[in-house]
């Protein structure tokens, strides 16, 4: 089952813009974690933030973490044609014992337009 | 260059074939992951492995199966029970089950004609 829910499904906008990206879940978690999948790839790991960080960078990108509403954004700044991709989130639950696993969303797609 | 790979990048089964997907991984992770990806969709869970010699069913594991004979290589069968196999499968590794980051592979895109 899907416990992540991202929004919007799909995005589209201007290089140059900023993009943001929504990521909603339903249980305690221990970390949530943001990934990519260029059209046809595998996904790759973009960032990680662990339930007691609220703010984390890497680049041009920005994730924020509100445990009080479980949800979380990606934020990708001054964006580039490049960065047209799907992007996922995934959380990783508290106390889910032997059944550790990475809860996927279904991912919003992002068009960069040049 | 470490890495995770898998083979084919595409593959044709006629219905009623069984077929195995490749995966290796040398960045000696413990855990090993197949998932399912159709169209639009995110990612479902086949079957995952904590350790060598062991495996547990994932999401959508019926009429798929798995071995972990060794801990580099994770080799998917799908078998012909599977009612609808065309789809993108993607494996992945992480250092320990659950909660670490995850390393793709390239994906195996199944058509069944």
């Known amino acids: 089952s899907q416990q992540g829910e991202e929004d919007p499904q799909a995005l589209s906008i201007q290089e140059g813009e900023n993009a943001t990206m929504n990521c909603s879940y339903k249980?305690?978690?221990?970390?949530l974690q943001w990934y990519r999948q260029n059209s046809g790839r595998g996904l790759v790991h973009l960032i990680l933030?662990?339930?007691n960080e609220r703010e984390k960078h890497s680049g041009r990108l920005r994730v924020t973490l509100d445990t009080s509403k479980k949800s979380s954004s990606l934020l990708i700044t001054a964006s580039r044609a490049a960065d047209t991709a799907s992007y996922f989130c995934?959380?990783?639950?508290?106390?889910?014992?032997?059944?550790?696993?990475?809860?996927w969303g279904l991912g919003t797609s992002l068009a960069v337009n040049p | 260059d470490g890495g995770i790979t898998q083979s084919p990048k595409y593959l044709f089964r006629k219905e009623g074939q069984n077929v195995t997907l490749s995966c290796e991984q040398n960045?000696?992770?413990?855990?090993m992951y197949w998932y399912r990806q159709d169209p639009g969709q995110g990612l479902r869970l086949i079957y995952y492995s904590q350790i060598v010699n062991d495996f547990q069913k994932g999401d959508i594991a019926e009429g798929y199966s798995v071995s972990r004979e060794k801990k580099e290589s994770f080799p998917l069968t799908v078998t012909s029970a599977q009612k609808n196999p065309t789809a993108f499968y993607l494996c992945a590794s992480s250092m320990a089950q659950g909660r670490d980051t995850q390393y793709f592979g390239p994906g195996t895109r199944l058509t069944v004609l």
């Open positions: 995934a959380t990783a639950k508290t106390n889910a014992g032997n059944n550790r696993k990475l809860i």
């Open positions: 249980t305690s978690i221990n970390n």
């Open positions: 960045l000696n992770h413990d855990a």
């Open positions: 933030i662990r339930s």
